[in-house]
Structure formats: C-alpha cells, structure tokens
C-alpha cells in the first residue's frame, strides 16, 4: 500500500519538477553588440498576421540584424484585456503589445505602459504622424504608445433600397436623406443601422448632429454633455426612433451586416473590413462619405497602438520597432498589402492610398474624424452614456434629464 | 400486457425523438452555416439543411494556422489531466467516504465551499503559484490546474457511489488479508466503474472545452489548445462563422468517440428494460 | 490505546486524500483566501504596488450608492438576475433530466443513440452555442425561431427577444436549460445503474404501480444524486457569465448582467479588483446560503 502511494507522490514531484527544469524566462540584459529578441502581443486577423510575420517583420530583422522580433498573436476583446492584466500582474508581459486605442489610457494610468516622450527623437519622430491617431496616445499631457493603425468607418449603402427612396447616390446630408427615405420605412425596413447603443454605435450620430461628450481638454462634460446642442441632437435621434429609421442594430438586434445586405437597413457605418468580408455583395452596396447633420459629418477614430510594456528589459530595441511600424516603410507595406489605412502622413499622400477609391474616402472621413475621450475611466464613461442613450431611446426618458445626470456621472470619473 | 409494452415503448420514442430534434436542432443550423462559402454573416434567411455541400471551410479549418497541432495540444493535455483527475478524485472520495480521520466534515465542508465562491478571480493568484515555481508555459501547470480544479465536485460526486458500497464487501477483504488499497482496487473500483466513467467523460471534456486558464498559462503559440484556436477564427471587426462553426464541430468529435466508447465499455445496459421505475 | 488508532486512521486518509490536499490548498483555497484579502483593499493589481486597507468600503458601495448611475442598482439587478437564473433552471433542468434519464433506462433500444444526441448540446463550447442562440433569437421574421413560430401561427409579430429584459432573459435560461439537460441525464443514468434491483423485483410482487414505484423507490434512492446534482446546478446557474456576455451584453440597460459577469467586468475592464472580490466573497455566501437551504429541505422531506 505504501509503496504504491509513494510512486503516485513521487510521480506528481517529478512532474512538478520537470516543470522547474523547463527554460527560465529571464533574458540576459541587453547591450549593444548582443542579439536581442523582443516579443510583441498583437491581435490582427489570420490574413493580417501573414503579412505581419512575413513581410513587416522580416523588412525590420533586415535593417536591424541584432534585433530579432518574436509576434505571438492574441484573441481580441475581453479576453485580450484580461491577458494583458493577467501579465502585468504576474510580472510576464511581452515588451511590447498592439492595443485598441481606448485602451492606453487606463494602462497608462495602472503605470503598465512605459512613457514613450522620454525618448529623445519622440517629438521629432512624432511629426511624422496623422494627428488624430496620434492623439489616442496621450494620457495626462504624455504619450504613451505610438499608433500602429488608424480606422473610421464610412456609410455604406444599400443600392436596392436607395433606388426604392428615389434616390441615384447617396445624399450627403441627414435632412435629404430622410426626406426620401422615409417613403420606404415600414416594419422590416429601417433607414439606419447603427452599431449599437454604445458610444461607438451613436457617437458619429450625435455628433454630427451637433452633440458632444466633454471640452475639447476631456476634463469637463457638463456644460458639453448637456449643453443645449447635444438635448437637441438626442431629440432629434428619439425622434428618429420613434418614427422607426432607426434599425434594430441599436439595441443588439439583427446585425448591421445582416441588415445591410438583407435590405432591411438603407444605411448602415463601418470600417474598411466591411468590403473585405462582404466580397459577395460587393456589387449591390455603394460607399459615401457619412452624412452631414448640423455639426458636419462627423465620425469616430477607430485603431489601435503600438505600446511598451513597463516591464520590458529591452526598452530601446522595442522603441525602434514601434517607431518601425509607424514609419513610411511599414505602413506601405500595411496598406499595399491590406489596404489598411496609414498613420504616417508621408503614406497617406502615396498614390497606394489616394488611387484606391475606398481608401482614399476613408481617408478623407479620418480628417474629420474625432476621438473618443482619452480617460482612464473610459470604459465607465462609455456605459454611462450608453445608458443615458439607451434611457433616451428604448425607454422614452427625458433628454434633458438624463443628459444632465450622466454629465455630472461623467464629470466624476473625469475628475478621478 | 405485452400490447401495453409495445405502446409504452413506442410512445416513448416519439417523445425521446422529438427531444432529440429538440437538441440537434441548433446544430443542424451550425452545420448548414458551416457548408456555405464566405460566411462573414449567418446565412439569412436561416438555412437547416444545408444547400451544398461545400467542405471548404472543414479542410481551411484543419489547415489554417496550425489547428490540427493544437487539436493533438488539446488531446494531450485532456487525456494526461483526465488520467490525474481520475486517479485523485477516487482517492479522495475513497478517503472521505470510508475512512474516519479528525476534521473530515470540515475539510469536507471546506471542498464544497471552495466551489461555490466563484473562481472567476482565482486565476490572478494562480498565475502567481505557477509563475513562483517556474510552471507559466508548461502543460504541467496548466495541468495541475485542471486537476485541482475538479478536485472537490469530483470527489463529492464519487463519494456518495462508495459510501453506498455496503460495508461486508470491504470486511471479507480485510478478512482475507487485504489493506485499504485492495478494497481500493478490487472492490471500488469494479463497482463504481459507470460513475468513473461518467467522470471521466464529464472532466475530459472540462479540460478540452477550457479556455481562460489555457490561454492564459500557455505562452507559447505553438503549445496552445484547441478552444483558443477556435476563438482565433473569430476576428476583431469581421468572423467568418463557416469556419468558426466547422471547427466547432471538428471539436466535437473526439469527446463524442470517447463518450460512446466508454458507455459501450464501462455503462451496464441491461438489455431489456433496466429498471422498471 | 484509541488515540493510537485515530492516529493511524489519519495517517492513512492522508495517504488517500494527500495528493488532492495539496494541490486543492495551494490551487484552490488559496487563491480564495487571498480573495478575502482582497476585498478589504483597494487592490492594485501591479506588482509591487502598495493596497490600502479600506475596511468594509467595497462592500457598502454594493449596497448604499444609489443613483441611476450607482454601483448598488447594477449590484442588485446582478443579484435578482442570478437568483431568478437558480430558480428557473436548476428545477428546470433537474425535472427534465430525471424524466428523460427515466425514460431512456426505460426503452428497450436504442439507448446509447439517445444518450449520446442529448449529449451533444453538453459538449459543445459555450461561446459557440451562446453566440448561435443570439443569432436565432433575432428579432426578425426571418430568424430562425420567429420563422417557425409564425409560420405555426403561435405569434403574429416577430418577437424582439433580446430587446427585452424578461425574453431577453428567457432565452439565456432556455439555453441553460437545452446545455444543461445531458448532463442531469448522464449523471442520473450512472446511478441508477447502480441502484439495486431487488427492491424493484419485491415491489412487483406486491403490486405496486410505476407510479408509486417512482416515488417510494426511485425517488429516495437517487436522493444523494439530486442533492449532488441540484447543489452543481445550483453553482452553475450562479456561474452564468459568458451566456450573458455573448447574448445580450447585460443589456437592454443592463438589466439581464449577472453577478459573474458583472463581477468579471468590474475586475478585467474597470479594474476594480477590491470591489470585484467583495461582490465575489457575497455571492459565494448566497451560493453557500441557498445550497445549504436546499440540502436541508431535500434531508428533511424524508
């Protein structure tokens, strides 16, 4: 009895041992004649990261031999937030990682994300840069990270429906479209599409109606939130709901895709993987810029950032790599091969972006495209006027009201 | 009286039929999604039976990215930690069920209490565990997570089969000379094999379907299990479910063989009627 | 002379239970122990950070913030929502899979096929199904579940499932349910395996009926089963989260989150790990509370 019990403890020692004896993660410091390897945490897409291992990351080994870059590919959303916790907290990130640009804020504030301005070249470099993209790195007055990619989203056309309304091309303001379009509104038809309640989903709504969120310096949202601009512009969006041109997207109902090209919505806003998926119904839909209201047509920065981790031992090796993927070099690469759209200014003006019809008015919507709130309480600031849309919209309360409660909400989480 | 049989039995296959189509329906739906080419958006209006059959997205889900090495990932680290769980967990209930020490009703009580506080918080300080012992990126550790975690449900389930074992089994074993252990070989385990069956099905298929803890504990890509595999065909802005659906139903098939296998192997089915309940 | 022997009886549970000892401490017992640190903190999950006691803050902001926006209207709604979750699916579950495990011991064919086609929902991936019930519960005429139930005439609009808080949270207990079952019947089918059919053999000769059978027989021999089986679906019912995450996002407004989801976002999106753990420490006392509860109305009806 004793001796079999023996071998199923010893058997657990050894494993637990053979574990221990595995590789040690530590990597010798680094210095200048050394080889050294840098990790990077990215989440692009199985036809993104080909390019991403193939083609962006070989050009980069090849200028700088003593820098070798190991890119392990993560599951995007809430699982990836959770990682980069999970290794921040267990002291195991990589150096660096591509996050979504809401999300550098909140790291940076954790103090997970090294401050990028500390290098020398920053500013230099950064001059290099499209402005809005860049901007999504700052947190406090410091930058934190370097923008990898940039998107905003267009709107997108059902032609079936548009020829319905009477219409040869998409109109370029709210008010025509409505004008024609509201012939052809019934139970399973719908004018708008829009990508959910949330701030994302609305926000190109709001404000290009003439709404806002906060002050320009994003310390401030009553005055703005509430402000008599925005209580017209919710008004103008219930009202819309009420009259039925708002589709059922917006409270997670049928997709925007699926409503889109099963003419059920006449319009609907996305980004540039909208043509890429939806090859097949590439002939039956057509692009514009997204419709003006009062404000302009106003849409929202989308994309995500190169940062570094704190914790890297390789701090330098992985600063000329960010700036690498920034440069001119990268991001022809990114947009020859997968259209996507440049965060350095010299590739916006190559003929690889403005001879491409679509990327070239996605371009021309990112110039007037704002961002979200740089907060490290986003994510709060989000569900809070998410839920003072969703008050608006879905439960009849008051715009006024509810404008004002969630400023003053908004105000304390700018305030922490 | 045989009539009356032959009704009952007929009557209850149209019920256990239709509760079947009840439970199949849903998939019927995900393989006819997955037999359509460029599926970024469900087929709408929905389809049940597929319109062609088109393979492609099971052959670009086996070939893509290296799925059928995470696919062998995953078999390894279910069948080492499904062999462990079993091992500990009849020890365990064995230990609880027969033999009297100090503490055992609060140590038992402390099993149960571990699994109702909700773990989603434990993985931070296991991590911390791993990390201490140099285990973050070994199947080891993620293994040994497997392992613990099923130890108190697994433990509870078999415990109540042994304590049913009546006492004399265990006495003429002792009288014969044996130890505990015996008892442990010969008499618990012939007896209790459909309910370790049932275990193991149920905990192979905990660890083949885990992804939080194996995402996180595995580093390395290449050592990566299945479930994060199936989560990668899902992209940030578009999915192509065709694909993500075929390798779902390619993940179904292994615990199917090994659920039927071990009900044909270790689950009595005492041909003509079970019990008459 | 006695104290000899409990020594001895000892040393030989631990040869038994030793191994599952160990690794349950340092993998399980730990990291809740840990957990109750955390909650008395404003925990800071970089390392090295300082975490300030802040006694039973956490706490009260779960019950004493009120507001449209206030931490304890999400806390409670999180809450209803859990406790409606235990008590529409675990007797849900628990019924169907006892008369569905009854009725395949029952037939004389064909059991395996049964078993194994009810199993399937089981073992398929809680993402994905989660994510195929959204889809056919569109609200739509063209999805899939409203398709049918008009074309059975049952309905005459399409149904918003998911825009409504009680069918939005129907469909997350359906698919509770529908996953659920199998397991009820596989577990249930191994022991009645083992149940002794001799009782059976005496209770025909004295006549009695199925029915009777059922409940003086069946019923209080599989009684440690159902306790073991309600109290895991009971845990399960609380461990609702990804259903939730995938299907309705918590909404509309938040009205169908639940305590693990709301707990997971608190921790991984807000990072407020303080708060996350006391929200945690009171759900396992609920969870506790109401097993117990059950244990004892389950010990005490016989």
Request: aromatic share 12%.
């Amino acid at each position: 009895m004793k001796k079999q019990q023996l071998m199923f403890t010893s058997l657990f020692i050894a494993t637990i041992l053979a574990g221990c004896g595995s590789k040690s993660t530590q990597t010798p410091q680094q210095s200048s004649d050394q080889k050294v390897t840098i990790t990077m945490w990215q989440t692009f897409s199985d036809v993104e990261t080909k390019v991403f291992d193939q083609k962006v990351i070989p050009a980069f080994e090849k200028a700088n031999p003593n820098i070798k870059v190991k890119a392990t590919r993560m599951p995007s959303g809430d699982e990836y937030n959770q990682q980069i916790i999970q290794a921040v907290s267990g002291n195991s990130a990589p150096d660096l990682a591509r996050v979504e640009v809401t999300a550098v804020p909140k790291y940076a504030k954790l103090g997970a994300f090294y401050q990028i301005d500390k290098q020398k070249d920053f500013e230099q470099f950064s001059k290099q840069l499209v402005k809005g993209p860049l901007s999504t790195n700052l947190y406090e007055g410091h930058y934190y990270g370097i923008p990898l990619d940039t998107n905003t989203r267009v709107a997108i056309y059902n032609k079936a429906l548009l020829a319905k309304a009477g219409l040869k091309t998409p109109p370029t303001d709210f008010k025509s479209l409505i004008d024609k379009a509201k012939g052809i509104v019934d139970d399973e038809t719908f004018v708008f599409g829009p990508a959910g309640s949330s701030s994302w989903g609305l926000m190109p709504y709001f404000y290009s109606l003439g709404g806002t969120f906060a002050n320009k310096k994003s310390t401030k949202a009553t005055g703005y939130l509430d402000s008599k601009a925005s209580i017209q512009a919710m008004k103008t969006l219930v009202e819309w709901n009420k009259k039925g041109y708002m589709g059922k997207s917006l409270t997670g109902g049928l997709g925007t895709w699926e409503g889109l090209n099963g003419g059920n919505y006449l319009m609907i806003d996305d980004g540039p993987w909208y043509a890429q998926a939806n090859k097949k119904t590439a002939n039956q839909v057509t692009y514009a810029l997204f419709p003006k209201g009062k404000a302009g047509s106003l849409e929202v920065i989308g994309g995500e950032n190169t940062v570094i981790f704190n914790s890297s031992k390789h701090k330098e090796a992985a600063y000329k790599f960010a700036k690498y993927l920034a440069s001119d070099k990268a991001q022809t690469i990114f947009a020859k091969e997968l259209e996507m759209l440049p965060v350095n200014r010299t590739t916006s003006k190559k003929p690889v972006v403005q001879d491409n019809e679509l990327m070239a008015l996605y371009s021309k919507q990112l110039d007037t495209a704002v961002s979200r709130i740089p907060s490290a309480k986003w994510e709060q600031i989000d569900k809070t006027i998410s839920l003072a849309f969703e008050n608006c919209l879905v439960k009849g309360g008051d715009p006024a009201a509810t404008l004002k409660d969630a400023a003053m909400k908004v105000d304390t989480y700018l305030a922490e | 009286m045989r009539k009356k049989q032959r009704s009952l039995q007929i009557f209850l296959h149209v019920i256990l039929i239709g509760l079947v189509l009840f439970s199949i329906f849903p998939f019927l739906y995900m393989l006819a999604t997955a037999m359509t080419e460029d599926s970024y958006t469900m087929p709408y209006p929905p389809v049940i039976i597929p319109k062609s059959f088109y393979f492609g997205n099971f052959v670009s889900a086996w070939t893509s990215s290296n799925f059928a090495r995470f696919f062998m990932n995953s078999l390894f680290v279910s069948t080492v930690s499904t062999m462990l769980t079993i091992i500990v967990s009849v020890m365990s209930a064995y230990g609880f069920a027969k033999i009297n020490f100090t503490g055992k009703n609060i140590l038992f009580n402390l099993y149960i209490f571990s699994m109702m506080i909700p773990a989603v918080l434990s993985l931070v300080s296991q991590y911390t565990v791993l990390n201490a012992v140099h285990l973050i990126d070994t199947y080891t550790g993620l293994i040994l997570l497997y392992v613990s975690g099923g130890i108190a449900g697994n433990m509870y389930f078999l415990k109540g089969f042994i304590e049913d074992i009546p006492a004399e089994y265990e006495e003429s074993v002792y009288i014969d000379g044996g130890s505990r252990w015996t008892v442990l070989r010969h008499v618990i385990l012939p007896m209790c094999k459909s309910s370790i069956a049932t275990l193991a099905i149920l905990s192979f298929m905990g660890s083949w379907d885990e992804f939080f803890s194996a995402l996180t504990i595995i580093k390395t890509e290449s050592k990566r299990t299945l479930p994060i595999a199936i989560k990668m065909f899902q992209g940030q802005n578009a999915t192509q479910w065709g694909l993500v659906f075929a390798a779902s139903l390619i993940a179904l098939v292994p615990i199917l063989l090994i659920f039927i296998t071990f009900q044909k192997a270790f689950v009595k089915e005492n041909e003509g009627g079970g019990i008459k309940g | 002379m006695a104290h000899t022997k409990q020594r001895r009886e000892n040393m030989t549970a631990l040869m038994f239970i030793g191994v599952g000892l160990f690794l349950f401490t340092v993998f399980i017992f730990y990291p809740q122990v840990k957990n109750v640190y955390m909650a008395f903190t404003n925990y800071n999950i970089m390392p090295g950070s300082e975490n300030r006691f802040v006694g039973f803050e956490n706490f009260k902001s779960m019950f004493a913030t009120g507001g449209t926006f206030g931490n304890s209207d999400s806390f409670m709604l999180a809450l209803r929502n859990s406790v409606l979750a235990v008590l529409v699916t675990v007797p849900g579950q628990l019924i169907l899979g006892l008369v569905i495990a009854i009725m395949i011991d029952r037939v004389s064919h064909g059991r395996l096929f049964y078993k194994v086609m009810l199993y399937i929902p089981v073992i398929s991936s809680w993402v994905v199904v989660s994510i195929l019930f959204k889809y056919l519960f569109q609200d739509t005429k063209g999805s899939l579940i409203n398709y049918y139930l008009l074309k059975l005439n049952l309905i005459s609009h399409p149904v918003a499932w998911l825009q409504n808080t009680w069918t939005a949270s129907a469909v997350i207990w359906a698919l509770c349910i529908w996953k659920g079952v199998g397991w009820v019947i596989i577990i249930y089918n191994a022991a009645i395996q083992t149940l002794p059919k001799e009782l059976y053999e005496v209770s025909y000769l004295e006549g009695a009926n199925p029915i009777q059978r059922f409940f003086y027989i069946t019923l209080p021999l599989l009684k440690k089963t159902t306790i073991y089986v309600v109290v895991q679906l009971t845990i399960g019912a609380f461990g609702i989260m990804i259903q939730v995450m995938l299907i309705t996002a918590g909404g509309p407004m938040g009205t169908t989150e639940t305590l693990n989801s709301y707990m997971y976002s608190k921790a991984f999106t807000e990072f407020q790990f303080g708060y996350s753990s006391a929200v945690s420490l009171v759900m396992g006392a609920v969870v506790i509370g109401t097993t117990l509860l059950q244990r004892k109305l389950m010990r005490e009806e016989k």
